[in-house]
């Protein structure tokens, strides 16, 4: 017998420590993103033999509709769950954000105008969320729910049954316009705040901070991190994102209804979550939600072609979200009974 063996025979096999660590190549084989992006390309393959029009480069281009607003919000939902938190309002933002815009039409105001009155809104609003999460210590999730009905109340008490349109052919850009052939102003949108928020997360200080807030809330606390400060920036970024998103959406609508976005904010949480953020912080990437985002949008986008009804896409979504949730868990108890001592 060896000197290694009889260094290690009386070890526990589960307790054996490798004498390397795996590589970086081995550990992003092994991660939720590779999976994911398995699945992406899965999803990829099974439109493209199940329709013959998936393919066709403006088809494709059209499909990036299904997701890029909403993805743009989930980037900064991802760090705020992240963090600890949740913003279920950011679809009633969009209703409120789009209603303001509409109104400045209606009075004449032209597209910077409207730019500039829907990046406000949305800042306004996450300000307001912030305020009564890390102000009035509001739990989250009861503190957006409330403003989710405020927010698309107000909207609905200024447009009733009606709809505001006309809006001009230079504000339509944003959401119809073309950058470069079927890239759309919209896709160059979200590559660039994928970047900036992959950035903002993952290689720097601020984003070290998120984590660690996200992990132990108490703990950064006492480490000198000014908790409440960094939330509540989070919460505004959430809020300008989702003016953002208003913008582009109202601009390829080309009107303002109080129904807008509504039910997006399932869409959302469902994308960060499948992006393998998890639900109750401290750990998720962006990479993920930019795999997610694809997925969603090309599952959407595939049962569009197969004229399969919302209802099922509704039912689906509720399926995955609920499966992204409870799949690790149920795998984290399966490990731990196979660990145990028979």
Not at 119 to 127: I, M, Q, R, T, W
Request: charged share 10%.
């Amino acid at each position: 017998m060896s000197e290694q063996s009889l260094f290690n025979a009386d070890v526990p096999q589960d307790r054996h420590v490798p004498d390397r660590l795996s590589s970086p190549l081995q550990r992003h084989l092994k991660s939720w993103e590779a999976l994911l992006l398995v699945v992406a390309v899965c999803i990829f393959l099974i439109n493209t033999f199940a329709s013959p029009y998936f393919l066709d480069p403006w088809n494709l281009s059209d499909a990036t509709f299904n997701f890029t607003e909403k993805a743009m919000i989930a980037f900064a939902m991802a760090l705020l769950i992240v963090s600890g938190e949740i913003d279920l309002s950011v679809a009633s933002i969009i209703a409120l954000t789009s209603t303001a815009m509409g109104y400045m039409s209606q009075l004449g105001f032209g597209v910077p105008e409207l730019v500039v009155t829907g990046l406000l809104v949305g800042l306004l609003c996450g300000a307001f969320n912030g305020f009564l999460v890390t102000g009035l210590g509001l739990p989250s999730i009861v503190a957006t729910i409330g403003t989710m009905s405020l927010f698309r109340g107000i909207s609905y008490i200024v447009l009733g049954d009606q709809a505001f349109r006309g809006y001009s052919a230079e504000f339509a850009f944003f959401g119809q316009g073309y950058v470069w052939w079927v890239i759309t102003f919209e896709m160059v949108l979200f590559v660039v705040f994928a970047l900036v928020y992959g950035v903002l997360l993952h290689k720097t200080n601020f984003g070290r901070t998120v984590y660690a807030i996200g992990n132990n809330p108490v703990g950064a606390q006492f480490s000198g991190v000014r908790v409440k400060r960094v939330k509540f920036i989070l919460f505004l970024l959430t809020g300008l994102m989702a003016g953002i998103a208003a913008i582009c959406l109202t601009s390829r609508l080309g009107s303002t209804r109080p129904s807008i976005a509504f039910g997006w904010e399932l869409e959302i949480v469902t994308m960060v979550v499948l992006g393998g953020v998890n639900i109750l912080g401290g750990s998720g990437t962006i990479p993920g939600v930019v795999i997610a985002a694809f997925v969603m949008g090309m599952v959407t986008f595939g049962f569009g072609l197969l004229n399969v009804p919302g209802i099922v896409m509704s039912i689906f979504i509720g399926i995955l979200l609920i499966s992204v949730i409870a799949l690790p868990r149920v795998w984290a108890g399966l490990q731990s009974r196979r660990k145990e001592p028979s």
